[in-house]
């Protein structure tokens, strides 16, 4: 058993394995926050651990925020279209991922992460900045920006907004 100190009720050591995980009706996924927003008492980052089963994907997505990945398991395809300016995401760049890589997201790159490996499981670990993420979501790569659905807050966060933690600031 790992030492443990509390805080927010919450123990400092967790154990990944015991954390709880869902897919939140995304077929093909399995999330698991290991430290959340407000959750775990964090005000500037977020970390996530997320799995996709062969095929699966993330919606094409943008956010107000900076994003850094880490592929712990598996391959696939990083889409990303760095067109902010203009009126639609327009074609994306794609970006072969594999185990031990990592890459970032710039705030507001529309981009989608895709396990286009038929043969095994995509494992990322994903850190955010400035959380809880606002999200905007594309039907397709030629979809305006002011056409882009707000889901805020997004699923995971969802629970993590329930819950009031105490406000801390620097000493």
Known sequence: MFPMHIKLGLPLVRNISELPQDSYGRGG????????SVLHGLKEVEVWLQTFSPASRTPI?????????????????LYIASSSHEKSPGKPQEHLI???STFNIPVNDVHQVWNTNEHEDLQILAIISRPPVKLFM?????????AAKLKFPYYWDEQCLQVQAPVKDEL
């Open 98 to 100: 594999f185990q031990n």
């Open 138 to 146: 594309y039907d397709d790569w030629s979809m305006p920006h002011v």
């Open 29 to 36: 996924l399995s999330h698991i926050t290991v430290a959340g």
């Open 61 to 77: 997505h943008r956010h107000s925020c900076e994003e850094v990945f880490v592929v712990l398991k598996g391959s696939g395809t």
